[in-house]
């Protein structure tokens, strides 16, 4: 496995994880929460991001 893939999947678990915190997708590639792994320019959450755990 390379280092693509292991930020990948850190990515994606990242992701998921903010789903488990109850954050919905986001239309920005530029963010963790955005859809979709292909197009997302970002592998680890950005400012946003944060700020939607912080309840």
Do not use: C, W
């Amino acid at each position: 496995m390379d280092k693509v893939d292991d930020l990948k999947k850190s990515a994606t678990f990242t992701h998921e994880l903010g789903h488990v915190f109850g954050i919905n997708h986001v239309s920005s590639s530029a963010k963790i929460m955005y859809s979709s792994l292909i197009g997302r320019t970002v592998y680890t959450p950005q400012n946003d991001d944060i700020a939607g755990m912080n309840f």
